[in-house]
């Protein structure tokens, strides 16, 4: 049977499948494909039952020239066998499998609608990668792009044409609101996967400092699973104030763990997790390079409104100075903003803004 929506991921992850099963409340027929991560990814195993997406299929991925560049076998091979009216699929320029997909989509007659981070990350991309933008955008039906930011950084490159934005965000089962926080929790809430480039041990040393600075009794809470998991919890076992709750993706228990917390970080590269925080009334804390970071989100904090940005370049001493000011002044106003910011990104939700795209355009 025909497909009237073929969703391409390069995994499938616990907050992206909502954002599907509702798209497919809205299509008669929705399969989607994804790749297996590996055990240790923290990626979780989500499950489509209960959902009307017909089938979750996965291909077998490849990683070539040491994984900078990625193919997801059988994926041209599906496209012509299912034919389906549109493809919305995951735009990374390193997918071998994206671009052959796009290029078979034009042959096929599928509408293909690209969705992707645009140049976020790239401040001053190489005349070959904005090349590549314009020949992807061009192919595409629409390239939804997860920010405003994101679009902006393709336009300021000469990038124009079938371009869109969808927020990017979370729909919470589980928030909380600011009126339901004192203000006065000790915790520091950690909520993603345990890999590289998340930094956890400059948070550890940072909040250690500011634990000595300010004389309280801090706490850090660690929401998530990874391959650095056990290497983490190995290198912090006598620093008893961190409790490692490991990988939970039961949002009701991510909100208990997070009343007892006042500020939500992520001391490395941080992506959407930032909007978790921000629907549990935490003043998020990243770093101040956002090129460096996961995904365009953190380009939602505004430093001193809805959150704080520490300096990259001073990390250690910075972030120490940011938990201190955070843990002696009454900074309820910003967990106030925060979830504000949160409310606005996901009303109305990211499935809805998508099923737009994919009806308008």
């Not at 493809?87 to 796009?102: E, M, Q, T, V």
């Not at 969808?166 to 609101?177: F, G, P």
């Not at 099923?355 to 355009?361: F, G, I, P």
Request: proline residues 5%; positive net charge; charged residues 15%.
């Amino acid at each position: 049977m025909q497909p009237q929506l073929l969703i391409v991921q390069p995994y499938l992850t616990a907050y992206r499948l909502p954002v599907f099963a509702e798209l497919a409340k809205h299509f008669g027929d929705v399969i989607l494909v994804s790749s297996p991560p590996s055990a240790n990814s923290g990626f979780g195993r989500p499950s489509i039952a209960n959902t009307a997406i017909r089938s979750h299929l996965l291909l077998p991925e490849r990683r070539l020239f040491g994984g900078r560049l990625h193919w997801q076998q059988g994926l041209v091979r599906l496209l012509i066998e299912t034919r389906p009216t549109k493809l919305l699929i995951a735009a990374n320029p390193r997918s071998l499998s994206f671009w052959a997909a796009l290029f078979a989509c034009r042959w096929l007659g599928v509408s293909c609608y690209s969705h992707g981070q645009g140049l976020y990350n790239k401040p001053n991309p190489p005349a070959w990668l904005v090349g590549a933008y314009k020949i992807l955008v061009r192919f595409s039906k629409c390239y939804i792009c997860y920010t405003t930011s994101g679009m902006e950084s393709l336009q300021s490159q000469g990038i124009t044409g079938r371009l869109t934005v969808a927020e990017n965000s979370l729909q919470l089962t589980a928030t909380c609101r600011p009126s339901e926080k004192s203000g006065t929790e000790m915790g520091v809430l950690f909520l993603g996967r345990l890999r590289a480039g998340c930094n956890l041990s400059l948070l550890v040393s940072s909040l250690d400092a500011a634990r000595r600075k300010t004389g309280f009794n801090l706490q850090l809470h660690v929401i998530g699973d990874g391959e650095l998991a056990a290497e983490l919890q190995a290198e912090h076992a006598t620093q008893k104030w961190i409790t490692w709750h490991g990988e939970i993706y039961q949002q009701d228990q991510i909100r208990v763990i997070a009343q007892h917390c006042r500020v939500g970080c992520h001391p490395g590269d941080a992506g959407l997790s930032v909007v978790h925080c921000m629907g549990l009334s935490l003043v998020p804390v990243i770093h101040d390079r956002l090129d460096l970071h996961m995904g365009p989100e953190p380009s939602y904090v505004c430093d001193g409104g809805n959150g704080r940005r520490f300096s990259h370049a001073d990390a250690e001493q910075s972030l120490l100075n940011v938990l201190t000011e955070l843990f002696t002044a009454n900074n309820h106003h910003m967990a106030s903003a925060a979830f504000d910011t949160y409310h606005t990104l996901s009303h109305p939700p990211l499935a809805k803004r998508l099923l737009r795209v994919l009806n308008e355009h």
